[in-house]
């Protein structure tokens, strides 16, 4: 698969995929994916009214053109292997998984998986693979470069 490629997932889920590379350890970059308070500061741009609960939860909408897709999320406590985030009442946005690979002491390379429930009708099929699909790549592909500007400054 192609990156940002989307791929048929159960129950009529489609998901998207990216990646970056860090130079970090593996604890900076779990501590700042778990702590949902610190989202805000590097989610990027089409995501709005970011805001997170004790209980460990976020909350946002996905700016998409002709379509805002709200979500809540929490963290999967059974993922042992990633940090995973699941859908936690209604909205689009299924779950996002988060997989940290080691590649040095000082290197790891982030991967994140979003599933999602596309937009339904003749409109939404024509408009999901042009327009929101692409968008839902840049959202993700934003967010990681800022994460990564975000704790590689930090690191300094």
Do not use: C
Request: avoid cysteine; glycine fraction near 8%; aromatic fraction near 6%.
């Amino acid at each position: 698969m192609a990156n940002g490629t989307p791929e048929p997932h159960r129950n009529g889920l489609r998901r998207v995929r990216e990646d970056v590379h860090i130079h970090s350890d593996y604890g900076t970059l779990y501590r700042k994916l778990v702590d949902v308070s610190t989202h805000d500061e590097w989610l990027g741009p089409h995501f709005q009214d970011v805001t997170h609960d004790p209980d460990g939860g976020v909350t946002f909408r996905l700016e998409l053109p002709t379509r805002t897709e709200g979500a809540r999320l929490r963290r999967d406590p059974y993922e042992r292997e990633a940090v995973a985030f699941v859908r936690d009442g209604a909205g689009a946005l299924d779950s996002v998984v988060y997989a940290i690979h080691r590649e040095g002491e000082r290197e790891v390379h982030l991967t994140v998986e979003a599933a999602y429930h596309p937009a339904g009708g003749a409109l939404g099929g024509l408009l999901e693979p042009l327009v929101h699909r692409p968008h839902r790549v840049q959202a993700l592909r934003e967010s990681l470069w800022n994460l990564k500007q975000l704790i590689e400054r930090r690191e300094e």
